[in-house]
């Protein structure tokens, strides 16, 4: 079925709704088994978090833009990926913080966060010129392939020997340990979900963004379809908050925007690589992007002392979330000329 084939409109609200509902929930049932499964053989808690449930809520945005991509529709998929990381700084980080302050470890800022702007950097670079080849795909997926085996094993051996300042004392992700062979069956079949669901999203806001709101696909990918393939982050997220798993939140956050800054991107671009995309994406979102991965560092490092775990206050959470509603007037501004 193409995504550019007509339907009609109940059907297109039909298939967005049911295509959001089915990403959160088989999504959380996705995370939810591989978390379990990260824990039978043993990951530190912002592994966990940066890895199974940071790459796992990313799946939505995985299979949304490569779907778009092959589709032709290079704004939504750069879109989705890119407005999704935004969503996870600003809005996500900023309603957990909100919910309870967030504590955060010497290595996120000397290590994460550099790790978050040199990545930025890398995708202003490839998509500055507007001709993203499978060549730009391939460097993104190279990176990924060679820096999250390196990040994980430098999080490991961090872990081994407890920081100064660092609460070891923090609840563990998830009470209870479900079978192995079940969790092993929500990660296949929660995967299979967000394929299916993914097809049912696209379809549908192209359709209705096309249609009814006349408005660019960049818009309805950096808005409708970047917030709903990030509800697996915010319901993670605000969960985590509440446990007072700080390293769950961040970690999420972390490896959801690394994932898809280079997995994402790169591998949609390197099986349809993408043209004719919006110039906002580089004068707009990736500065946005930079701008607020660099905010977890101000905010989150201890300035007193650097070896001490620094404290992402409630204040900051609420200023991420005023600097996103002033993103969202921006770009609605721009993308449909009111």
């Not at 591998?267 to 349809?272: C, E, Q, R, W």
């Not at 560092?297 to 775990?309: H, S, T, Y």
């Amino acid at each position: 079925m193409s995504i550019d084939s007509n339907i009609p409109l109940l059907l297109s609200l039909l298939f967005i709704a049911g295509g959001l509902f089915l990403l959160s929930w088989s999504a959380d049932k996705f995370v939810e088994g591989s978390a379990a499964v990260a824990r039978a053989f043993g990951v530190s808690p912002f592994v966990v978090g940066m890895v199974i449930i940071g790459f796992g809520t990313s799946a939505p945005e995985l299979c949304v833009s490569t779907l778009s991509g092959l589709s032709g529709h290079a704004n939504l998929s750069l879109g989705n990926a890119y407005g999704s990381c935004i969503f996870n700084l600003a809005a996500i980080l900023g309603v957990a913080a909100m919910i309870r302050p967030l504590k955060v470890k010497p290595s996120v800022c000397a290590v994460a966060v550099p790790l978050l702007l040199g990545v930025t950097a890398l995708s202003y670079f490839v998509v500055r010129d507007m001709d993203f080849s499978r060549m730009n795909g391939f460097i993104l997926l190279g990176v990924f392939a060679v820096m999250m085996p390196l990040y994980c094993l430098y999080d490991q051996k961090s872990n081994a020997q407890p920081e100064e300042g660092r609460d070891d004392g923090a609840a563990q992700p998830v009470a209870g340990t479900p079978p192995l062979g079940a969790s092993i069956f929500w990660v296949v079949a929660g995967l299979a979900m967000l394929v299916g669901s993914s097809h049912l999203l696209v379809w549908g806001c192209v359709d209705f963004a096309r249609d009814v709101l006349h408005v660019s696909d960049l818009l309805i990918g950096l808005t409708v379809v970047a917030a709903g393939t990030s509800l697996p982050e915010l319901a993670s997220a605000i969960a985590s908050a509440r446990r007072g798993e700080h390293e769950f939140v961040i970690g999420n956050i972390v490896g959801s925007n690394l994932f898809n800054t280079l997995a994402v991107v790169g591998l949609a671009g390197s099986i349809s690589p993408y043209a004719n995309y919006s110039r906002y994406v580089v004068t707009r979102d990736i500065p946005v992007m930079a701008i607020m991965s660099l905010s977890i560092l101000v905010f989150g490092l201890n300035w007193r002392n650097f070896r001490k775990d620094g404290q992402i206050e409630r204040w900051e959470g609420a200023l991420w979330m005023l600097i996103f509603v002033g993103y969202l007037a921006v770009m609605v501004k721009q993308e449909a000329g009111w």
